[in-house]
Protein backbone atom coordinates (compact mmCIF):
# COMPACT_ATOMS: atom_id res chain seq x y z
CA UNK A 1 0.00 0.00 0.00
CA UNK A 2 1.19 3.41 -0.59
CA UNK A 3 0.66 6.69 0.79
CA UNK A 4 1.67 8.85 -2.11
CA UNK A 5 -0.33 9.60 -5.16
CA UNK A 6 1.67 12.04 -6.48
CA UNK A 7 5.17 13.17 -5.02
CA UNK A 8 4.33 15.06 -1.54
CA UNK A 9 1.00 14.67 -1.50
CA UNK A 10 -0.38 12.31 1.49
CA UNK A 11 -3.36 10.32 1.79
CA UNK A 12 -5.57 9.52 4.87
CA UNK A 13 -5.65 5.60 5.97
CA UNK A 14 -9.78 4.99 6.21
CA UNK A 15 -10.40 1.41 6.81
CA UNK A 16 -7.41 -0.77 5.34
CA UNK A 17 -7.36 2.10 2.26
CA UNK A 18 -5.50 4.78 1.57
CA UNK A 19 -7.66 7.40 0.02
CA UNK A 20 -7.76 11.14 -1.34
CA UNK A 21 -10.95 13.51 -0.06
CA UNK A 22 -13.91 14.04 -1.66
CA UNK A 23 -13.47 17.15 -0.73
CA UNK A 24 -10.85 17.08 -3.59
CA UNK A 25 -9.04 19.77 -1.24
CA UNK A 26 -5.39 18.92 0.45
CA UNK A 27 -3.66 21.91 2.58
CA UNK A 28 -0.23 22.37 2.04
CA UNK A 29 2.90 22.30 4.65
CA UNK A 30 5.52 24.70 4.33
CA UNK A 31 8.65 24.06 6.53
CA UNK A 32 9.10 26.48 9.41
CA UNK A 33 12.64 27.24 8.25
CA UNK A 34 12.92 28.27 4.84
CA UNK A 35 9.06 28.55 3.97
CA UNK A 36 9.51 25.65 1.19
CA UNK A 37 6.66 23.12 0.82
CA UNK A 38 6.99 19.79 2.46
CA UNK A 39 4.16 18.02 1.32
CA UNK A 40 0.32 18.44 1.31
CA UNK A 41 -2.20 16.32 3.07
CA UNK A 42 -5.84 15.88 2.71
CA UNK A 43 -8.41 18.21 3.74
CA UNK A 44 -11.12 15.64 4.78
CA UNK A 45 -14.51 16.06 5.14
CA UNK A 46 -17.25 15.46 7.98
CA UNK A 47 -18.43 12.66 6.51
CA UNK A 48 -15.13 11.00 5.76
CA UNK A 49 -14.30 11.71 9.42
CA UNK A 50 -17.75 9.82 10.29
CA UNK A 51 -16.67 6.86 8.52
CA UNK A 52 -13.56 7.15 10.42
CA UNK A 53 -15.00 6.61 13.48
CA UNK A 54 -17.74 4.08 12.69
CA UNK A 55 -14.73 1.91 10.86
CA UNK A 56 -13.02 2.17 14.17
CA UNK A 57 -15.96 1.32 16.23
CA UNK A 58 -16.22 -1.88 13.97
CA UNK A 59 -13.07 -3.11 13.90
CA UNK A 60 -12.62 -2.75 18.05
CA UNK A 61 -15.18 -5.46 18.29
CA UNK A 62 -12.39 -7.77 16.77
CA UNK A 63 -9.44 -6.30 18.23
CA UNK A 64 -10.82 -6.53 21.73
CA UNK A 65 -10.90 -10.46 21.66
CA UNK A 66 -7.17 -10.59 20.22
CA UNK A 67 -4.95 -11.70 23.59
CA UNK A 68 -2.43 -9.15 24.72
CA UNK A 69 0.07 -11.07 23.48
CA UNK A 70 -1.17 -10.91 20.15
CA UNK A 71 -1.61 -7.50 20.49
CA UNK A 72 1.76 -7.22 21.58
CA UNK A 73 2.98 -8.67 18.52
CA UNK A 74 1.59 -5.93 16.11
CA UNK A 75 3.05 -3.09 18.62
CA UNK A 76 6.62 -4.56 18.42
CA UNK A 77 6.32 -5.00 14.49
CA UNK A 78 5.23 -1.06 14.20
CA UNK A 79 8.41 -0.63 16.64
CA UNK A 80 10.79 -2.19 14.07
CA UNK A 81 9.15 -0.40 10.86
CA UNK A 82 9.15 2.68 12.85
CA UNK A 83 12.86 2.39 13.08
CA UNK A 84 13.45 0.95 9.83
CA UNK A 85 12.03 3.96 8.59
CA UNK A 86 14.32 6.21 11.22
CA UNK A 87 16.09 8.35 8.59
CA UNK A 88 13.16 9.22 6.76
CA UNK A 89 10.55 10.21 9.96
CA UNK A 90 13.29 11.86 11.38
CA UNK A 91 13.99 13.98 7.97
CA UNK A 92 10.50 14.43 7.68
CA UNK A 93 10.05 15.89 11.29
CA UNK A 94 13.15 18.42 10.51
CA UNK A 95 11.55 19.50 7.64
CA UNK A 96 7.94 19.59 9.02
CA UNK A 97 8.52 21.05 12.72
CA UNK A 98 11.77 22.75 12.20
CA UNK A 99 13.23 20.14 14.33
CA UNK A 100 16.70 19.96 14.85
CA UNK A 101 18.28 16.32 13.24
CA UNK A 102 19.52 14.69 15.75
CA UNK A 103 16.47 15.36 18.13
CA UNK A 104 14.14 14.32 15.38
CA UNK A 105 15.97 11.08 14.95
CA UNK A 106 16.14 10.64 19.24
CA UNK A 107 12.17 11.21 18.57
CA UNK A 108 11.87 8.31 16.75
CA UNK A 109 14.30 6.09 18.50
CA UNK A 110 12.31 7.27 21.80
CA UNK A 111 8.80 6.28 20.34
CA UNK A 112 10.22 2.91 18.69
CA UNK A 113 11.11 2.12 22.65
CA UNK A 114 7.82 3.44 24.31
CA UNK A 115 5.61 0.88 21.59
CA UNK A 116 8.20 -2.06 22.72
CA UNK A 117 7.81 -1.23 26.73
CA UNK A 118 3.81 -0.64 26.18
CA UNK A 119 3.50 -4.20 24.56
CA UNK A 120 5.72 -5.72 27.17
CA UNK A 121 3.94 -3.81 30.55
CA UNK A 122 0.64 -4.61 28.75
CA UNK A 123 1.06 -8.17 28.75
CA UNK A 124 1.14 -7.31 33.05
CA UNK A 125 -1.67 -5.51 33.17
CA UNK A 126 -4.29 -7.88 35.41
CA UNK A 127 -7.52 -7.55 37.49
CA UNK A 128 -8.28 -8.67 40.92
CA UNK A 129 -10.26 -10.97 42.98
CA UNK A 130 -12.42 -9.41 45.88
CA UNK A 131 -13.48 -11.04 48.73
CA UNK A 132 -16.68 -9.63 49.99
CA UNK A 133 -16.06 -10.98 53.85
CA UNK A 134 -13.89 -8.17 54.53
CA UNK A 135 -16.91 -5.91 55.06
CA UNK A 136 -19.98 -7.78 56.66
CA UNK A 137 -20.88 -10.75 57.46
CA UNK A 138 -24.02 -11.12 55.10
CA UNK A 139 -21.35 -10.33 52.51
CA UNK A 140 -19.26 -13.38 52.86
CA UNK A 141 -20.16 -15.67 50.27
CA UNK A 142 -19.59 -12.92 47.67
CA UNK A 143 -16.48 -12.98 45.49
CA UNK A 144 -15.51 -9.82 42.68
CA UNK A 145 -13.58 -10.43 40.09
CA UNK A 146 -12.15 -7.23 38.40
CA UNK A 147 -11.01 -7.29 35.13
CA UNK A 148 -9.85 -3.97 32.95
CA UNK A 149 -11.63 -3.83 29.18
CA UNK A 150 -11.42 -1.33 26.67
CA UNK A 151 -13.32 1.83 26.26
CA UNK A 152 -13.87 1.31 23.05
CA UNK A 153 -12.80 4.21 20.37
CA UNK A 154 -9.86 6.74 21.75
CA UNK A 155 -9.65 9.96 19.91
CA UNK A 156 -6.09 10.33 20.08
CA UNK A 157 -5.15 14.42 18.77
CA UNK A 158 -1.79 15.03 18.80
CA UNK A 159 0.42 18.23 18.50
CA UNK A 160 3.06 19.63 16.13
CA UNK A 161 6.30 19.50 18.24
CA UNK A 162 6.52 15.48 19.03
CA UNK A 163 4.74 14.39 15.63
CA UNK A 164 5.47 11.15 16.00
CA UNK A 165 6.16 10.29 19.75
CA UNK A 166 2.77 12.38 21.31
CA UNK A 167 1.48 10.44 18.57
CA UNK A 168 2.38 7.04 18.97
CA UNK A 169 2.23 7.69 23.15
CA UNK A 170 -1.50 7.60 22.70
CA UNK A 171 -2.19 5.50 20.13
CA UNK A 172 0.12 2.58 21.13
CA UNK A 173 -1.77 2.60 24.90
CA UNK A 174 -4.79 2.84 23.55
CA UNK A 175 -3.85 -0.73 21.49
CA UNK A 176 -2.63 -2.60 23.87
CA UNK A 177 -5.54 -2.20 25.95
CA UNK A 178 -7.92 -3.29 23.13
CA UNK A 179 -9.60 -0.13 21.47
CA UNK A 180 -9.74 1.14 18.75
CA UNK A 181 -8.32 4.79 17.49
CA UNK A 182 -8.62 7.59 15.42
CA UNK A 183 -5.93 9.67 14.72
CA UNK A 184 -6.38 13.09 14.13
CA UNK A 185 -2.95 14.80 14.13
CA UNK A 186 -1.85 18.94 13.98
CA UNK A 187 -2.15 20.04 10.52
CA UNK A 188 1.97 21.09 10.89
CA UNK A 189 3.28 17.56 11.92
CA UNK A 190 0.38 15.88 9.90
CA UNK A 191 2.67 14.56 7.31
CA UNK A 192 5.28 13.37 9.89
CA UNK A 193 2.06 11.56 11.72
CA UNK A 194 0.99 9.89 8.36
CA UNK A 195 4.68 8.28 7.52
CA UNK A 196 4.43 6.72 11.65
CA UNK A 197 0.98 5.35 10.31
CA UNK A 198 2.57 3.81 7.33
CA UNK A 199 4.66 2.33 9.30
CA UNK A 200 1.76 0.54 11.29
CA UNK A 201 0.18 -0.21 8.32
CA UNK A 202 2.78 -2.15 6.89
CA UNK A 203 3.71 -3.88 10.28
CA UNK A 204 0.17 -5.50 10.01
CA UNK A 205 -2.60 -3.04 10.77
CA UNK A 206 -6.04 -4.63 10.82
CA UNK A 207 -8.21 -2.63 8.79
CA UNK A 208 -10.02 0.20 10.50
CA UNK A 209 -8.45 -0.74 13.93
CA UNK A 210 -6.63 2.94 13.21
CA UNK A 211 -8.07 5.67 10.98
CA UNK A 212 -6.04 8.65 10.15
CA UNK A 213 -8.60 12.16 10.12
CA UNK A 214 -6.36 15.00 8.65
CA UNK A 215 -7.42 18.46 8.24
CA UNK A 216 -7.84 21.47 9.54
CA UNK A 217 -9.24 21.05 13.49
CA UNK A 218 -11.47 23.98 12.62
CA UNK A 219 -13.16 22.15 10.23
CA UNK A 220 -12.96 18.77 11.17
CA UNK A 221 -12.14 19.08 15.36
CA UNK A 222 -15.65 19.70 16.82
CA UNK A 223 -17.10 17.03 14.49
CA UNK A 224 -14.84 14.54 15.63
CA UNK A 225 -14.89 15.47 19.21
CA UNK A 226 -18.73 16.00 19.71
CA UNK A 227 -19.09 11.84 17.91
CA UNK A 228 -20.85 9.71 19.89
CA UNK A 229 -19.09 6.99 19.54
CA UNK A 230 -15.64 8.07 20.73
CA UNK A 231 -15.47 6.94 24.00
CA UNK A 232 -12.54 8.71 24.88
CA UNK A 233 -10.35 12.00 23.85
CA UNK A 234 -6.44 12.14 24.44
CA UNK A 235 -5.41 15.74 23.66
CA UNK A 236 -1.92 17.28 23.94
CA UNK A 237 -1.82 21.23 23.00
CA UNK A 238 -2.84 24.43 24.38
CA UNK A 239 -4.62 25.14 27.80
CA UNK A 240 -7.08 26.93 25.77
CA UNK A 241 -8.54 24.21 23.11
CA UNK A 242 -8.07 21.55 25.59
CA UNK A 243 -10.35 23.48 28.01
CA UNK A 244 -12.64 23.82 24.72
CA UNK A 245 -12.04 19.93 24.40
CA UNK A 246 -13.21 18.91 27.87
CA UNK A 247 -16.51 21.18 28.15
CA UNK A 248 -17.42 20.40 24.36
CA UNK A 249 -16.99 16.20 25.84
CA UNK A 250 -19.44 16.23 28.43
CA UNK A 251 -19.70 12.38 30.02
CA UNK A 252 -16.75 11.19 27.64
CA UNK A 253 -13.27 10.57 29.69
CA UNK A 254 -10.62 12.94 28.38
CA UNK A 255 -7.14 13.17 29.32
CA UNK A 256 -5.33 16.63 28.39
CA UNK A 257 -2.03 17.23 28.41
CA UNK A 258 -1.47 21.21 28.05
CA UNK A 259 0.79 24.03 28.97
CA UNK A 260 2.84 24.91 31.45
CA UNK A 261 5.36 27.52 33.01
CA UNK A 262 7.85 25.49 34.85
CA UNK A 263 9.50 27.28 37.32
CA UNK A 264 13.41 26.19 37.89
CA UNK A 265 13.54 27.55 42.00
CA UNK A 266 16.97 27.75 42.67
CA UNK A 267 18.70 27.73 46.36
CA UNK A 268 21.54 29.83 47.98
CA UNK A 269 23.02 25.98 48.54
CA UNK A 270 22.26 24.46 44.87
CA UNK A 271 25.36 23.52 42.25
CA UNK A 272 25.39 26.81 40.11
CA UNK A 273 27.05 25.26 37.41
CA UNK A 274 24.65 22.42 37.24
CA UNK A 275 21.57 24.21 37.94
CA UNK A 276 22.53 27.15 34.75
CA UNK A 277 23.34 23.83 32.70
CA UNK A 278 20.40 21.73 33.26
CA UNK A 279 18.09 25.14 33.04
CA UNK A 280 19.44 26.26 29.27
CA UNK A 281 19.05 22.74 28.78
CA UNK A 282 15.83 22.57 29.89
CA UNK A 283 14.63 26.22 28.19
CA UNK A 284 15.99 25.73 25.30
CA UNK A 285 16.00 22.64 23.31
CA UNK A 286 13.58 22.40 20.34
CA UNK A 287 13.78 26.29 21.36
CA UNK A 288 11.40 26.06 23.94
CA UNK A 289 8.38 24.42 22.25
CA UNK A 290 8.15 21.55 24.73
CA UNK A 291 5.24 22.06 27.74
CA UNK A 292 7.44 20.88 30.12
CA UNK A 293 10.55 23.85 28.93
CA UNK A 294 11.88 25.39 31.84
CA UNK A 295 9.75 28.90 31.44
CA UNK A 296 10.40 30.76 34.52
CA UNK A 297 13.48 31.03 36.90
CA UNK A 298 12.98 32.16 40.56
CA UNK A 299 16.62 32.88 42.59
CA UNK A 300 17.25 34.18 45.53
CA UNK A 301 19.11 37.50 45.43
CA UNK A 302 21.92 36.54 47.30
CA UNK A 303 22.96 33.67 44.53
CA UNK A 304 21.31 35.61 41.70
CA UNK A 305 24.27 37.26 40.10
CA UNK A 306 26.63 34.47 39.97
CA UNK A 307 23.79 32.06 38.47
CA UNK A 308 23.03 34.80 36.03
CA UNK A 309 26.35 34.97 34.70
CA UNK A 310 26.73 31.30 34.13
CA UNK A 311 23.25 31.41 32.50
CA UNK A 312 24.51 33.99 30.21
CA UNK A 313 27.50 31.88 29.26
CA UNK A 314 25.43 28.54 28.81
CA UNK A 315 22.77 30.93 26.88
CA UNK A 316 25.77 32.13 24.66
CA UNK A 317 27.13 29.05 23.24
CA UNK A 318 23.46 27.08 22.42
CA UNK A 319 23.72 27.16 18.49
CA UNK A 320 21.52 28.79 16.52
CA UNK A 321 20.32 28.19 13.04
CA UNK A 322 18.77 25.98 10.90
CA UNK A 323 17.25 22.35 11.66
CA UNK A 324 19.35 20.72 9.16
CA UNK A 325 22.40 22.07 10.81
CA UNK A 326 21.38 20.56 13.80
CA UNK A 327 21.11 23.86 15.95
CA UNK A 328 19.48 23.78 19.16
CA UNK A 329 17.07 27.10 18.60
CA UNK A 330 15.56 27.00 15.23
CA UNK A 331 12.91 28.59 13.69
CA UNK A 332 9.94 28.69 15.68
CA UNK A 333 6.86 26.73 14.15
CA UNK A 334 5.36 29.91 12.76
CA UNK A 335 5.47 33.48 12.31
CA UNK A 336 2.59 33.61 14.69
CA UNK A 337 4.67 32.04 17.62
CA UNK A 338 7.72 34.53 16.87
CA UNK A 339 5.24 37.81 16.85
CA UNK A 340 4.18 36.32 20.34
CA UNK A 341 7.08 35.73 21.88
CA UNK A 342 8.19 39.22 20.58
CA UNK A 343 5.35 40.84 22.54
CA UNK A 344 6.30 38.88 25.48
CA UNK A 345 10.28 40.39 25.69
CA UNK A 346 9.13 43.51 23.70
CA UNK A 347 6.31 44.09 27.11
CA UNK A 348 8.96 43.23 29.91
CA UNK A 349 11.80 45.57 28.75
CA UNK A 350 9.32 47.87 28.72
CA UNK A 351 8.63 47.62 32.11
CA UNK A 352 12.09 47.19 33.23
CA UNK A 353 13.48 43.50 32.19
CA UNK A 354 16.94 43.75 31.38
CA UNK A 355 17.75 41.49 28.17
CA UNK A 356 21.20 40.37 29.03
CA UNK A 357 21.52 38.51 25.30
CA UNK A 358 20.95 40.32 22.13
CA UNK A 359 16.98 41.20 21.22
CA UNK A 360 17.49 39.51 17.57
CA UNK A 361 15.11 38.03 15.55
CA UNK A 362 15.05 36.88 11.30
CA UNK A 363 11.93 35.30 10.38
CA UNK A 364 10.55 32.81 12.93
CA UNK A 365 14.22 32.31 14.35
CA UNK A 366 14.06 34.26 17.25
CA UNK A 367 17.41 34.51 19.33
CA UNK A 368 17.89 33.20 22.76
CA UNK A 369 16.72 35.85 25.10
CA UNK A 370 18.13 36.01 28.39
CA UNK A 371 15.48 38.37 30.83
CA UNK A 372 17.00 39.71 34.14
CA UNK A 373 15.12 41.69 36.89
CA UNK A 374 11.63 40.62 35.74
CA UNK A 375 8.67 41.10 37.96
CA UNK A 376 5.19 40.17 38.67
CA UNK A 377 3.92 43.04 36.37
CA UNK A 378 5.26 41.32 33.39
CA UNK A 379 3.28 39.06 31.22
CA UNK A 380 6.48 37.02 30.96
CA UNK A 381 6.05 35.80 34.30
CA UNK A 382 2.70 34.11 33.59
CA UNK A 383 2.36 33.66 30.17
CA UNK A 384 3.74 30.48 28.16
CA UNK A 385 6.18 32.09 25.27
CA UNK A 386 6.63 28.49 23.93
CA UNK A 387 9.90 30.09 22.50
CA UNK A 388 13.82 30.24 23.33
CA UNK A 389 13.26 33.30 26.25
CA UNK A 390 13.78 32.91 30.00
CA UNK A 391 12.81 35.41 32.38
CA UNK A 392 14.79 35.54 35.60
CA UNK A 393 12.76 36.77 38.78
CA UNK A 394 14.78 37.48 42.27
CA UNK A 395 13.07 36.73 45.22
CA UNK A 396 14.10 37.76 48.52
CA UNK A 397 13.59 33.99 50.14
CA UNK A 398 12.36 30.48 48.98
CA UNK A 399 8.61 31.29 50.39
CA UNK A 400 8.57 33.85 47.98
CA UNK A 401 9.67 31.93 45.08
CA UNK A 402 6.98 28.82 45.69
CA UNK A 403 4.54 31.33 46.26
CA UNK A 404 4.96 32.87 43.05
CA UNK A 405 5.40 29.12 41.91
CA UNK A 406 1.90 28.60 42.72
CA UNK A 407 0.14 31.89 41.76
CA UNK A 408 0.49 30.45 38.16
CA UNK A 409 -2.51 29.08 36.30
CA UNK A 410 -0.76 26.78 35.26
CA UNK A 411 1.00 23.45 37.04
CA UNK A 412 2.81 21.10 35.10
CA UNK A 413 6.61 20.52 36.32
CA UNK A 414 8.76 22.26 38.81
CA UNK A 415 12.65 22.15 39.49
CA UNK A 416 14.24 22.58 42.90
CA UNK A 417 18.37 23.34 42.54
CA UNK A 418 19.51 22.73 46.43
CA UNK A 419 22.19 20.55 48.14
CA UNK A 420 19.59 20.06 50.76
CA UNK A 421 17.70 17.12 49.83
CA UNK A 422 15.10 17.50 53.20
CA UNK A 423 14.49 20.64 52.57
CA UNK A 424 14.21 19.94 48.53
CA UNK A 425 11.61 17.55 49.76
CA UNK A 426 9.50 19.95 52.56
CA UNK A 427 9.28 22.30 49.00
CA UNK A 428 7.81 19.86 46.55
CA UNK A 429 5.46 18.91 48.78
CA UNK A 430 4.38 22.72 49.01
CA UNK A 431 4.62 23.01 44.82
CA UNK A 432 1.08 23.09 43.32
CA UNK A 433 2.22 20.90 39.91
CA UNK A 434 2.24 17.15 38.71
CA UNK A 435 6.27 16.27 39.33
CA UNK A 436 9.39 18.00 40.77
CA UNK A 437 12.97 17.36 39.73
CA UNK A 438 14.96 17.70 42.46
CA UNK A 439 18.13 18.50 40.95
CA UNK A 440 17.35 18.14 37.27
CA UNK A 441 15.50 19.81 34.32
CA UNK A 442 11.86 19.56 34.02
CA UNK A 443 10.79 17.16 31.07
CA UNK A 444 8.43 14.27 30.87
CA UNK A 445 10.40 10.88 30.36
CA UNK A 446 11.51 8.38 31.25
CA UNK A 447 8.59 7.60 29.59
CA UNK A 448 7.08 4.70 32.50
CA UNK A 449 7.13 7.43 34.88
CA UNK A 450 3.66 8.93 35.24
CA UNK A 451 3.22 12.44 33.57
CA UNK A 452 0.47 14.46 35.63
CA UNK A 453 -0.39 18.17 34.86
CA UNK A 454 -2.71 19.72 38.02
CA UNK A 455 -4.67 23.17 36.85
CA UNK A 456 -4.59 24.35 33.60
CA UNK A 457 -1.64 21.81 32.58
CA UNK A 458 -4.18 19.05 32.20
CA UNK A 459 -6.24 16.08 33.34
CA UNK A 460 -5.92 12.57 33.56
CA UNK A 461 -2.28 10.57 34.28
CA UNK A 462 -0.21 9.86 31.36
CA UNK A 463 3.13 7.50 31.73
CA UNK A 464 2.93 4.10 30.12
CA UNK A 465 1.25 1.77 32.92
CA UNK A 466 -1.12 4.75 33.55
CA UNK A 467 -1.87 5.79 30.14
CA UNK A 468 -2.98 1.74 29.86
CA UNK A 469 -4.75 2.07 32.88
CA UNK A 470 -6.57 5.20 31.74
CA UNK A 471 -7.64 3.99 28.17
CA UNK A 472 -9.32 1.09 30.08
CA UNK A 473 -12.24 0.69 32.63
CA UNK A 474 -12.66 -1.91 35.60
CA UNK A 475 -15.66 -4.36 35.41
CA UNK A 476 -16.79 -6.13 38.14
CA UNK A 477 -18.39 -9.38 37.93
CA UNK A 478 -19.67 -10.84 41.00
CA UNK A 479 -19.77 -14.41 41.76
CA UNK A 480 -22.65 -15.27 44.33
CA UNK A 481 -21.50 -18.69 45.89
CA UNK A 482 -24.30 -20.94 47.92
O1 LIG B 1 5.49 19.30 24.96
C1 LIG B 1 5.15 18.41 25.73
C2 LIG B 1 5.91 17.17 25.84
O2 LIG B 1 5.18 16.17 26.54
C3 LIG B 1 7.25 17.38 26.49
O3 LIG B 1 7.99 16.22 26.45
O4 LIG B 1 9.62 16.70 28.26
O5 LIG B 1 10.01 14.86 26.65
O6 LIG B 1 10.18 17.22 25.91
P1 LIG B 1 9.53 16.25 26.83
Known amino acids: METQLIANTY ?67 WADQLLEMKEELAETIMKEVGKG ?51 GVVLAISPFNYPVNLSASKIAPALIAGNAVVFKPATQGAISGTLMIKALDKAGLPSGLVNLVTGKGSEVGDYLTTHPSIDLINFTGGTETGEYISKKASMIPVILELGGKDP ?20 FSYSGQRCTAIKRVLVTDEVAE ?101 ESKYGLQASVFTKNTEEAIRISNKLEVGSVQINGKTERGPDHFPFIGVKGSGLGVQGIRKSIESVTREKVTVLNMS
Open 11 to 77: QFLLNGEWRESASCKTIENLSPSDRKPVGAIQAMTEREANLAVIGAKAAQKDWANFSFSERAELLYA
Open 264 to 283: ALVLNDADLEKAAKDIVAGG
Open 101 to 151: YSSAEKEVVRTADFIKYTAEEGKRIHGELINGGSFNAGSANKLAMVQREPL
Open 306 to 406: ALVAKLKTEIEALKVGMPEDDAAVTPLINEKAADFVQHLVDDAVGKGATPLTAIKREGNLVFPVLLDNVTTDMAIAWEEPFGPVLPIIRVENIEEAVTIAN
